[in-house]
């Protein structure tokens, strides 16, 4: 599986913004896909992500009620819907698939990545 991760920009603070994560391959569906991102000078870390099946979704506590992860297995791709973002939401946001079942929140868990797309916030 390949990733395409875009979408990114540069946003002031209280926007919003999509991001999109287009897979190559015809098993997308089969597929976890996650969210993670990660600020300068830190550490990359889990955002959000979705079952193969889609319907199951998990956060990370500082986005929940801010970004929503969704999927169009017919299209291949997931996306992620970032509202109310902060200037701490900066980050490169790269899109991974998870050959598990069940959401994972861990690096590790993840077999495929994309490139990364670069979201800054403004204040």
């Known amino acids: 599986v390949q990733l395409q991760a875009s979408g990114g920009g540069l946003v002031q603070a209280g926007g919003s913004l999509r991001l999109s994560c287009a897979a190559s391959?015809?098993?997308?569906?089969?597929?976890?896909m996650g969210w993670f991102r990660q600020a300068p000078g830190r550490e990359r870390e889990f955002v959000a992500a979705?079952?193969?099946?889609?319907?199951?979704?998990y956060y990370t506590d500082s986005v929940k009620g801010r970004f929503t992860i969704s999927r169009d297995n017919a299209k291949n791709t997931v996306y992620l819907q970032m509202g109310s973002l902060k200037p701490e939401d900066t980050a490169v946001y790269y899109c991974?698939?998870?050959?598990?079942?069940?959401?994972?929140?861990?690096?590790?868990?993840?077999?495929?990545w994309g490139q990364g797309t670069l979201v800054t916030v403004s204040s």
């Open positions: 979705m079952r193969s099946s889609g319907g199951s979704t």
């Open positions: 391959g015809r098993t997308f569906s089969r597929y976890v």
């Open positions: 991974a698939a998870s050959g598990y079942v069940d959401v994972r929140t861990a690096m590790s868990q993840y077999h495929y």
